[in-house]
């Protein structure tokens, strides 16, 4: 058994965590959300690598095996140093582009993430390792994590905002869509209403868990699982309560097979 931390900037990392309980759910889970600093893409670098550090160690000290920083801005701006912090294993996000790269038919592919992944130096690096003939049209999809947040991944103002941003990409003819931020992926109603269903999606999250699985084979652990499906604790910065009833509306696994809690940043226990 390993208790594994979960951390992202608000709710987007639910779909890490969805992905997590569907192919490790044996284990104990802390998702830690901080909504009530969301969206971190509009943030400045340095202040996004002392708030992620900082809630990574919270995480280390509560006990967690390994962490997930499931947060694409997160893991661009703060990786580095969250990896030189702790000695746990530390698992990171990062937009699909490489897979879209491959995938695609006409090698246009668009690119959705926040502002400020688009400029990290992480994505740009990767970004040049990747095959010159592909062509990729970057898009920063402001103001959709609030939407999302809100529990407005479907509303009609959510999806006027969002056929704004992929009006760039539909009118280059990307047949490959990539979603690079963790929030995204409760978009895909709204992003197959607007492009239909013949442009291919990358979503990462199996990738992540995968990696996540991988490393959690290295470190010592119980042989044998207490039980079939472990325990959740989801922690709020801003609503513990809002937090819950988002992983209830927006998660797939069947949340009623856990011991789930909920509570807010900083509360004892």
């Not at 202040?47 to 390994?66: D, E, F, M, V």
């Not at 999809?141 to 009006?167: F, M, N, R, S």
């Not at 868990?209 to 472990?230: A, C, D, H, M, Y």
Request: net charge negative.
């Amino acid at each position: 058994m390993a208790l594994i931390g979960v951390f992202d900037s608000g709710v987007g990392g639910l779909s890490i965590l969805d992905e997590a309980l569907h192919q490790l759910p044996q284990h104990d889970y802390i998702y830690l959300a901080d909504s009530a600093n969301a969206p971190y893409g509009e943030k400045s670098s340095e202040w996004i690598a002392s708030r992620s550090l900082s809630l990574c160690k919270l995480l280390a000290s509560r006990g967690c095996n390994a962490i997930v920083v499931a947060c694409n801005t997160a893991t661009a701006e703060a990786i580095k140093q969250i990896r030189a912090q702790l000695s746990i294993p530390i698992i990171g996000v990062e937009p699909g582009i490489k897979p879209a790269a491959m995938q695609s038919q006409n090698h246009i592919v668009g690119v959705l993430a926040t502002e400020a992944t688009l400029k990290s130096d992480k994505f740009n690096a990767l970004l040049a390792t990747l095959p010159s003939d592909c062509r990729f049209i970057k898009q920063a999809g402001a103001d959709l994590v609030p939407l999302i947040e809100a529990g407005k991944a479907d509303g009609q103002d959510t999806l006027e905002l969002l056929a704004t941003h992929l009006e760039p990409i539909q009118d280059a003819g990307a047949d490959t869509l990539v979603l690079g931020c963790t929030h995204y992926p409760f978009l895909r109603k709204a992003i197959c209403k607007l492009l239909g269903e013949s442009i291919t999606l990358i979503d990462t999250s199996d990738a992540v868990v995968r990696q996540l699985k991988r490393q959690l084979e290295t470190i010592k652990q119980s042989s044998n699982p207490k039980s079939t499906f472990g325990s959740i604790l989801l922690m709020s910065s801003k609503d513990e309560k809002s937090l819950l009833s988002m992983a209830q509306d927006l998660m797939s696994a069947d949340l009623t097979m856990y011991s789930v809690q909920a509570r807010i940043l900083g509360e004892a226990g």
